[in-house]
């Protein structure tokens, strides 16, 4: 069994004093989910979070490395992926240029948005962690 580690994460902004979560739509199919992607050479899971938050949407912003949360699963092609979701806040206004081959569509989400627009089960847990994180250091 082939294992995928990949480093993902939660990119956040506050509008209105709530914060709006950064949903991306793939371009093959009707997922909905956070920018992620694999460890590539020597990065680590928050420089492969960071670098993926870049190619995928343009945003160029730092991860929190205070939060952490871990996803494993088994893939239909046989693999084990195992994503460690890291969060990110983005400044308002922070313009987002959609990588058009793996992108479709992005959205910035309310957290109750959020919850009813991802399309797996198995991303919401991290969405649910990053909230509560989020509620507790960095809402004012």
Known sequence: MI??????TIAFQFKDNQPLYLLLKSATSNFWGYPKGHVEGNETLQQAAQRELREETG???????GFHFKVEYDMKNGHHKEVTFFVTEVPVGTPVTKQDEE???YRWC????ALKLVTYDNLLPPLKKANKYIEEHYVK
């Open 103 to 105: 992108i479709s569509e």
């Open 59 to 65: 945003i160029r912003a730092d991860i929190d490395d």
């Open 110 to 113: 309310t957290y109750d948005e």
């Open 3 to 8: 294992n995928e580690i990949d480093g993902g």
